[in-house]
């Protein structure tokens, strides 16, 4: 960097009682960048918070800190394909934690019922269609590096692309009952190549759904806490539990819910349970197997 470049510093702070304000050390940060600048050159570099040459990331926990350069060009949860949304998202990168551990690999159906601006859809596709998690990402902070080498960087890209491959019509859907919420969705999915009108989706209650067979069921119901409130949470909860045991046999549902005793009210054993937290809230992945004869026992040999 020289003195003519822009530069921005973004600060996280926590468990360090004797500095409590991010953005204060952030100025403190950039103030000695400048300071460094000016002693040196004669001449101080400008600040650019939408768009620097250079990001530098502060981050201080327990009275330790971690000065760091962004090569990445901001956080990679965002891929850019969420240009619409309904209350309650998901971010991206747990939606993709949540189908990379459902080990989903497009040989059967995948569902969510209630897909919300879509965000688990869009994670299947991509995951499905190999498109890089970067994808859709204009600027990256690393090209702004000087040893950076922009033919080894098209040559990365070019085998990533070559990789992709287009979504089979109806192997992905989705549904909600909010009108706005399948819109964004639509929206979303259709930012993603190769996924435009290959997803099918509708509004509809997902009580509304006659029957499924042989699919992944991939969903985050409403969580209690930031959309309506607990007790009608738990109540969907239990007919959701409902609606899997008696009209989903053969399938697998892998449900994110806001804590333990909420994905309890489904009232189905999970096979396994993982703790996943959505940006800062907690939350839980169940997965339950909807057997279509009963569970296979062990043989006595
Ligand atoms: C927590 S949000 C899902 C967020 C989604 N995973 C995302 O990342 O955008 C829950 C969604 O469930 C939908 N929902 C609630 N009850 C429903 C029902 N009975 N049938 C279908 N959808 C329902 C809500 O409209 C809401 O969009």
């Not at 930012?191 to 985050?220: H, M, Q, W, Y």
Request: include cysteine; aromatic fraction near 6%; proline fraction near 6%.
């Amino acid at each position: 960097m020289t003195h003519s470049d822009t530069f921005a510093v973004n600060a996280s702070v926590s468990n360090t009682p004797s500095l409590t304000h991010s953005q204060y050390a952030a100025l403190k940060v950039k103030d000695a960048i400048c300071d460094c600048f000016r002693r040196k050159t004669g001449e101080r570099p400008s600040v650019n918070v939408q768009s620097p040459d250079l990001g530098v990331h502060l981050f201080i926990r327990n009275n330790r800190a971690t000065i760091s350069i962004d090569v990445s060009g901001g956080s990679m949860h965002k891929r850019g394909y969420r240009t619409a949304s309904v209350e309650a998202p998901m971010q991206e990168t747990l939606a993709a934690a949540v189908i990379r551990l459902s080990g989903w690999d497009g040989e059967r159906p995948l569902l969510d019922p209630m897909c919300g601006s879509g965000t688990l859809l869009c994670e299947a596709a991509m995951s499905y269609c190999r498109i890089p998690a970067g994808f859709l990402r204009k600027e990256w902070g690393f090209t702004r590096l000087p040893d950076f080498d922009s033919n080894r960087w098209k040559k990365v890209k070019t085998s990533a692309e070559a990789a992709m491959r287009p979504l089979p019509a109806g192997l992905i859907s989705g549904s909600d009952l909010n009108r706005d919420a399948v819109r964004a969705t639509r929206t979303n999915l259709n930012n993603l190549p190769g996924c435009k009108d290959r997803i099918r989706l509708s509004e509809k209650n997902v009580f509304d759904i006659p029957a499924v067979g042989n699919t992944a069921i991939v969903v985050n119901p409403p969580y209690g806490v930031r959309l309506g409130d607990r007790e009608s949470a738990e109540k969907l909860m239990k007919e959701f539990g409902d609606f899997l045991k008696q009209r989903c046999t053969g399938c697998t549902a892998y449900i994110y819910a806001g804590d333990r005793q909420l994905l309890k009210k489904v009232g189905l054993k999970p096979e396994w349970k993982k703790e996943l937290n959505n940006g800062g809230l907690e939350g839980i992945l169940g997965k339950i197997d909807l057997y279509a004869s009963p569970k296979p026992q062990p043989k006595n040999v």
